[in-house]
C-alpha cells in the first residue's frame, strides 16, 4: 500500500474530495514525522507503537568518528533507527 491508496480509502469512506483527503492524509503523516524527529513516541492503539532507537555502532575508526592523524575525535550525528511492535490484537488473515 502506498500513500495514494490511503488517499483513496479515505475518499471512498468519507466522501472528502481529493484535495483535502490529500491534505489529511499529509497532515497526519508530517505530524507522524515531527513527533519521531523529536524522540517522542506514537501509540496508536489496535495498530503498534512506534520510536526512534539509537542504533549500535561498530567501534572501527569510522563508526567512532575519530581522525588518528589529527589526534582528535569528531561528533558525528547519532545514528537512529524506528523500532515497533504491533499491537499484541493485531493479525493478518
Known amino acids: 500500500m502506498i500513500k ?3 488517499v483513496h480509502h479515505v475518499i471512498e469512506r468519507t466522501g472528502l474530495p481529493r484535495t483535502k483527503a490529500e491534505a489529511a ?3 497526519v503523516f508530517e ?3 515531527q513527533a519521531l524527529a523529536a524522540g517522542e513516541r506514537i ?7 512506534f520510536s526512534v532507537r539509537a542504533r549500535k555502532t561498530g567501534i572501527s575508526a569510522a ?4 581522525q ?3 589526534h582528535a575525535d569528531i561528533a558525528g550525528h547519532q545514528r537512529v533507527r ?12
Do not use: N, W
Not at 43 to 49: A, D, K
Not at 63 to 66: D, Q
Open 4 to 6: 495514494q491508496d490511503i
Open 25 to 27: 492524509v499529509d497532515t
Open 31 to 33: 505530524g507522524l514525522k
Open 43 to 49: 501509540e496508536l492503539r489496535g495498530f503498534g507503537v
Open 63 to 66: 563508526a567512532t568518528g575519530a
Open 68 to 70: 588518528p592523524e589529527r
Open 82 to 93: 524506528i523500532g515497533g511492535r504491533t499491537a499484541s490484537g493485531f493479525a493478518i488473515h
